[in-house]
């Protein structure tokens, strides 16, 4: 069910605005600080300790932690504004014409690790970059389920939809594929949860650079994606804005239906052994994490993601008829959320 | 006090016999066997449990695994023998000769996580390629302590160096520092343990391939290194196999040193949190695990090296003046472990 879109023109590169990256790096510190007062708000107990600090490389950021909050176990919410003389060869690869020039790179990124194994974790990234001749935005929002709750996970989709509609009905067909695709474990051949949004290299240009494709993804939507609509730097700004505003209204109500569940060792063993996806997709694959140990970024608030408890299991299978079996079998596999009804289960 | 070798000679490519595949096969195997009937003399009550498992695209091997030991919460010891169409661009930019050419690889590979954290985790890995015209032995064995005790770095050197020195008294003064190099995160600044030794593409020829240098590692030993005397492959086999066989008088006398001391919620902490460093080390940088995940190996085997059970915490630090400062001081950093003295703490 993918819109096709129109056809590729050559289309001139579209200037940022002098003053872009005031812009988005504002943009990025006010999403820090909704995001933490939301999530205060949401949690009731715990709250966020800052620590600033600078890079000696150029720039520097806001990390910011809550542990032992009442709902989140951990919550971290970083704001960074990084400079340098050169990407690294990752992006340079995705971006050859940023080769010898410096870069500006500016986001926020955010990852909550609640107790309750009935509340899903969810992680937010968005970031702009600027080098030479380039510049382009890039991110995303996705949800991890360690219980399977197809309501919520149809919540958390629908509220994106509608975000992206808001901007273009061309993006959710694009970018929530692309989600699935990024957040896949290839060495597992599971999708990291039920997805939600991703975009990279969002330039107004309409390129798109996606990942390998999971097993099972033919079945659900279709594998050819066309390149977008012409976009202007202002319009991108302000699409990133709202997903970034999405968040809240996207997560905050799934917490509050879930946050009283009862539950035992058998849960906790198996949101535990579940965080382990969550490391190794952020250690093997992650291109916010990889950048920010090839930029020499600070170590502590990159890997401020990774869960406070986690557990590995050699030969773990879940047994059959149980919830867990059902997660494997139908939430870590691509699924039309929004379109979802009882009659899929 | 390195010893630097010979000026390097070019030396003619030295083939392997005809049945090096199937000797090296067998003495993979036979370390597999012997490590195992060691460890589970040595645990008392844990035994290991074998998988054994085949790959579609040429091979398998043999995945054993003990859980909840007297000693070890867990430990995993693997065989496998893998051929393929190509290797994976990992290795092809090291060994371009090996390129457009089928390959071969056998292997043995061991992790322990004891429960005590006053025993040391420790791992193995010996392994042998083949393609095209290249062929190569690499590998190494390291301790990684949780506590600091001098004595048990110094026994755990002295056994390697007295089993490198059997064979070359070149091979220790290079493969001491290359360990140290290769078992060093540099996005946290340390070194994963003690050390060891480690080499890797060892054809004969006497190439060395090293990694970056450590923190502090400049006063300990120099850094200039020159090639080794060329190797037969008789010679490298031979080595390879007392490697492997030095593992359990290097390690089982320090187990029974520190299996009964008492620990609390404390040692247990640090421990479940230096576990941690493990798991990044093995995910972002071990050669062998990347190559299992780029060659789709068993995921199950390849990652049976992660620890049962591990903590993150954002902004750790330990106390001054307390064993956990000592370790981050003394043991993460490069030491001369076989000259050392009470004088040098």
């Not at 960074?80 to 926020?108: C, D, M, N």
């Amino acid at each position: 069910m993918i819109t096709t879109a129109s056809t590729p023109q050559a289309t001139q590169s579209k200037l940022p605005p002098a003053d872009a990256k005031a812009r988005v790096s504002q943009l990025m510190r006010q999403l820090q600080d909704e995001i933490c007062q939301g999530l205060q708000q949401l949690d009731g107990v715990g709250t966020f300790q800052e620590d600033a600090w600078e890079r000696a490389e150029g720039g520097g950021g806001r990390s910011r932690v809550m542990r032992d909050g009442a709902i989140f176990e951990q919550g971290g919410v970083n704001f960074s504004e990084v400079w340098g003389s050169h990407l690294p060869p990752s992006i340079l690869a995705q971006r050859p014409e940023a080769s010898g020039h410096k870069f500006y790179a500016t986001g926020t990124s955010m990852v909550l690790h609640p107790r309750n194994p009935y509340v899903p974790t969810v992680h937010l990234n968005y970031r702009y970059f600027e080098a030479g001749p380039v510049w382009w935005f890039g991110g995303g929002i996705d949800l991890t389920p360690y219980y399977p709750f197809a309501s919520d996970a149809t919540h958390f989709h629908s509220t994106l939809k509608a975000t992206c509609d808001a901007h273009s009905t061309e993006y959710y067909p694009v970018f929530k594929p692309w989600c699935d695709e990024y957040f896949y474990l290839k060495h597992r051949q599971e999708m990291r949860g039920v997805g939600g949004i991703f975009f990279d290299y969002q330039d107004g240009q309409g390129q798109l650079y996606r990942g390998p494709h999971p097993e099972g993804a033919a079945a659900v939507y279709s594998t050819q994606v066309g390149t977008l609509e012409p976009r202007s730097w202002s319009e991108l700004f302000a699409f990133v804005s709202d997903c970034g505003r999405a968040f809240l209204p996207a997560y905050a109500p799934i917490v509050e239906q879930r946050r009283f569940m009862e539950y035992g060792d058998r849960e906790r063993n198996f949101q535990l052994y579940r965080r382990g996806r969550y490391v190794e997709f952020n250690l093997v694959y992650d291109r916010g994490t990889i950048f920010g140990l090839q930029t020499n970024g600070r170590t502590e608030s990159i890997l401020m993601s990774l869960p406070p408890l986690v557990r590995w299991e050699y030969g773990y299978k879940p047994e059959t008829d149980t919830p867990e079996a059902e997660l494997y079998e139908t939430f870590l596999k691509p699924q039309d959320w929004v379109r979802w009804t009882s009659a899929d289960m």
